[in-house]
């Protein structure tokens, strides 16, 4: 491992990752001083061995103890030790020759190779660092031999068996950490994911509100006062020349005149209130019953079946538009109705009789005079995955159909 790879169990100081430094987990600063602790603990049990066994080279034993203490103390204070491969490698061959030093003067010695196996391991590439495990494990077995007269296995399985702990538990914390790392980064990119996704979702419902209100305004608010006007223009041509009340009615005329032209400059919208009361068939012939002007009938085709709400919402809408612009517009003597059930979709066609127009130039965007119906109707069917379709031409009458394909469960 490169000194820029997370800090293994029991490691120094984590040098900076490549994208800046990271703070120090509680944990790792505590396996931090644990190795601390060993290292300096194991020197203090070799050195006062030595002295309470009055070793013909206690003196060599504590001043060698002292030296690698110090340059053991030097790597830890040095940030270039832990930031920089090379003065991690330089290091370690001084504390490997100070440990060596120590090796000769007492067998003892070799408990030091277990916290350099974390060093060793910690600052040197992957293959170095298995390396120098395998050859501090050698050279801790050469100098326990050295020293005693009696070679056992335990000499050799001693040191060889912590080298493969040591192997195993820096693998396995680095294996931990990189998953560690990568969890934390797809958290990160969940949490910045949903944001974008909440603003978005804002601004989607901003905008879908918007349409919805523009929709109601013209399905109902805008249609209302449309008929009002058309009544009340009924009720001036039935009054006689002079009479009171038509300066009454013009007034009256006037004002929905510019509450209709008020509505339509309202904008966008989605999803319409809930109908009311009973099935789509009987709203719809509701519908056609009170529709003032041409014959309006309504006719069912197929057996009909409940419809989740913005089905019946979004046909019933639809109907009223475009009944609306029979009324207004086409100049009907007639006009049919037709909800039609199939197996696996569901279709209303509005057919009338009247003068017809042009589809391509009714296609525009909405302006203050109108037009807001063919539009507002197309978005309703695409909302719902439908297909909205019109056929008219100048003095041909005009059909109007949406198919709606059913949802689950409808086909249930």
């Known amino acids: 491992m490169t000194a820029h790879l997370p800090p293994p169990a029991a490691a120094l100081p984590s040098p900076p990752a490549p994208g800046g430094a990271r703070t120090l987990t509680p944990v790792s600063r505590v396996l931090r001083l644990c190795l601390h602790a060993l290292f300096f603990g194991l020197l203090a049990l070799a050195a006062g061995r030595a002295v309470a066994d009055s070793a013909p080279r206690a003196g060599w034993v504590i001043a060698a103890c002292a030296v690698l203490a110090a340059v053991y103390l030097a790597g830890v204070r040095i940030p270039a030790v832990h930031t920089s491969a090379r003065a991690g490698a330089v290091w370690l061959a001084a504390l490997g020759a100070a440990w060596a030093a120590l090796l000769v003067v007492s067998p003892d010695g070799l408990w030091i190779a277990f916290p350099l196996y974390f060093l060793e391991l910690h600052l040197l590439r992957l293959r170095w660092g298995v390396t120098a495990v395998a050859v501090t494990a050698c050279a801790a077995i050469g100098g326990f031999v050295a020293h005693s007269s009696a070679v056992t296995p335990g000499a050799f399985l001693g040191p060889l068996l912590g080298g493969a702990v040591a192997v195993a538990t820096v693998l396995g914390y680095q294996a931990l950490y990189r998953e560690s790392e990568r969890r934390r980064e797809l958290i990160e990119e969940l949490i910045t994911t949903r944001a974008e996704l909440a603003a978005a979702e804002r601004s989607a419902g901003i905008l879908a509100e918007r349409e919805r209100l523009a929709r109601e305004i013209h399905d109902t608010l805008a249609q209302g006062l449309s008929s009002i006007q058309l009544l009340l223009r009924a009720a001036e041509r039935s009054l006689p020349e002079g009479s009171a009340a038509l300066a009454h009615i013009g007034r009256a005329r006037e004002a929905a005149q510019e509450n209709l032209a008020e509505a339509r400059r309202f904008v966008r919208a989605l999803t319409p209130p809930d109908l009311e009361h009973g099935s789509l068939p009987a709203a719809l012939e509701r519908l056609c019953s009170a529709a003032p002007g041409p014959r309006v009938r309504f006719s069912l085709s197929g057996t009909a079946r409940p419809l989740p709400t913005p089905y019946e919402v979004a046909l019933l809408r639809i109907a009223q538009s475009a009944l609306a612009n029979v009324v207004r517009h086409a100049g009907a003597g007639r006009a049919e109705i037709t909800l039609t059930?199939?197996?696996?979709?569901?279709?209303?066609?509005?057919?009338?009789?009247?003068?017809?127009?042009?589809?391509?130039?009714?296609?525009?965007?909405?302006?203050?005079?109108?037009?807001?119906?063919?539009?507002?109707m197309r978005s309703r069917a695409e909302t719902l995955s439908g297909l909205f379709t019109v056929e008219s031409a100048p003095g041909q009458g005009t059909a109007v159909a949406v198919t709606l394909p059913l949802p689950a469960e409808a086909l249930s």
């Open 341 to 376: 059930f199939m197996d696996s979709s569901v279709t209303l066609d509005i057919v009338d009789d009247g003068k017809g127009f042009d589809p391509s130039s009714a296609a525009a965007a909405p302006s203050d005079g109108g037009g807001f119906g063919l539009p507002a």
